[in-house]
Every structure is written in C-alpha cells, then in structure tokens.
C-alpha cells in the first residue's frame, strides 16, 4: 500500500493545468452547465510543497447538503493552513456543487456516493465521481473525506476507516476525533473504489446536513491539523489544549423506534451510558402511552435522531459500545 512506502510529491495536473513543485493553485473544473448554460465548476485548491512529502486529499460536500465538512475547509483556507512546506495537498471544499445549490445530498436525484467508479458519459453523479477517480485519486497516497449525519440524524464527531485497513486505522488515530471505528465499504461508494485502487480513505462524520456544528467544526479543523503536523507538512503547533481521547469503539449498532410516536431525548449525544440507563421515550401524540428506551449494554450514544415525530423501526440512537 502507498502509504507504508517514502513519499514523493512531484508536478501534478488536472484538467490540463499543471501544477508544479512549490506552486499553488486553484483549478476550477467544469463538471455541467444547467439548463440555463451557466456553468458547474468544482474548485480545487492544489497546495505542492517544495519537499518531498505525501500527497494528501482533504475533501468535503461529497453530499450536498453536509455543509460542516464545507465550513471546516473554508475556515483552514481562510486561516492558509495549507501553505505547505512539505508534500502536496487537494483541496476539493465542496465535490458536489449542484446538491449544495439544491441543498441536497444528491446531484440531479442520484448519490455521488452510490455512483463509482463513475463513468465519463453518465449521469451528472457518475461523472463527478468518474471525474474524483481519474484526476484526483490517481494522484494522492491517501485521503480525508468529510461527511454529516443525514435525516436530521447528528453524528457525534467520528472517524470510520476501512476493516483491517493498518493505514487507516493509524491515520484515524492521528486525527484524534472522541470516537472511531473500523466501518464496512459501502458498494459503490468512493471510500471503497479508492481501496480498491490502493488508496486508504477516512471518513469523518460529525453533525447533520444543513446544519453547522461548531464542535464538529472545531475538531475537524483539528484533525487535519494533526494529520499534517504529523507528515511535517506544516510546522508543529507548539502545546495545545490537552487533548481528549479517542475512543475506539469495537461494536456499533442503531437502537431503533419499537413503536411510532413523538420523540424524547433526555442523553447527550458522545454521552457514555451504562446498560440499563435511560436513553429517550416514545409516546404518542395526545399522552396517553410511553415507552421508555434503554441502552441495551454499556457504551456510548454516537448519533441522536433530533426528528421527533418517529416511525417504527426508525433509526433513534447510533449506540457504539
Ligand atoms: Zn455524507
């Protein structure tokens, strides 16, 4: 795997502009151009510093409406945290443009997530993600990919990397988030084409779609920061706040809605629960029935469903243990 072996970021070129050992850019790459001809443009910020170093994608807004991951960059660009003097960074602050503007996970209905390896003459979807395999991932040893809970369901800051992946386990220990766990490859998902081509990705998730989450934020903007100081890619940060500890959860499932009704939530999201402990309730809609939620073993609340009105069989607490 690339990421056991010595680094070496060389020029590199996307869409025809190259960009060169020590130089920065921004590529702006058309993808479409809606009904009324103005174009789709995904920005794409090229840091290649002057020594030799991994060539790292930091990326957001795969889904469209998981903005924390599109804040967290605008606020490392803002800051010029990725003038680098070691190795070579890709920025992409926000894949999926069009479901930003529709503030939508999907492009034109479909999943960029769903739709790898892509293809050059698909859908809208398949050609961003035809487009993130050949100019993007051929180029990088590996890769940060930030993602929000959906559904209004808030992720607790997290990062999932690939089973048996050594490569991304480490990298999510570097990163330094509350909680991490080995999660499966999704098919068609760009995490699992990316290790096919060798390439570890880490997903970060923190916070729900549409909806921005400073912790999230400050974590995320954190996480990076480890995983370049790490590679000597910027300079060390001189003694930060203490750091919490990770939590590496072997285990984790979703508690789900026994019976439909409203929703009561009475734990804190990243909260550590004890077996037996109460979790929320269900009631229905005039007060006459409640149903108590418990946490089934000892462990963590990992995601909270903030949506009240609930079916049964919905998924309420992400519960990691
Ligand atoms: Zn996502």
Known sequence: MKFEGSFKNKPLEIRGQRVEVGEHKLIKVEIDRLPTGTAIEIPIYVYNGIEDGPTILIQAGLHGDEVNGVETIRELLRGNYFKIKRGCIIVVPLLNVFGFLHFSREAFGKDVNR?????????????????????IVE??????????G???RHNFPQVRYTPGSSAGKHLAT???????????????SFRKEA????VPIIVYEAGEALRIDKLSVQIGINGVLN???????????????KKHETVELIKNRWIRAKTAGMLGVVVENGQKVEKGQLLGY????????????????NGYIIA??????????EAIFHFGF
Do not use: C, W
């Open 115 to 135: 739709s790898f390896p892509g293809s050059k003459t698909g859908s809208l979807a398949s050609r961003i993600a035809y487009f993130e395999m050949k100019e």
């Open 139 to 148: 180029h990088i040893d590996f890769g940060i990919d930030m993602h929000t």
């Open 150 to 152: 959906g559904a209004q």
């Open 174 to 188: 570097i990163f330094n988030a509350p909680f991490q766990f080995s999660s499966n490859l999704i098919a068609k």
């Open 195 to 198: 290790h096919k081509n060798g």
């Open 227 to 241: 995983i370049l100081e790490y590679f000597g890619m910027i300079d060390p940060r001189g003694a930060l706040p």
């Open 282 to 297: 269900i009631t229905d809609t005039y007060g006459a029935s409640t149903l108590k939620i418990v946490a089934p073993t």
């Open 304 to 313: 909270v469903n903030n949506f009240p009105m609930v079916s049964t069989g």
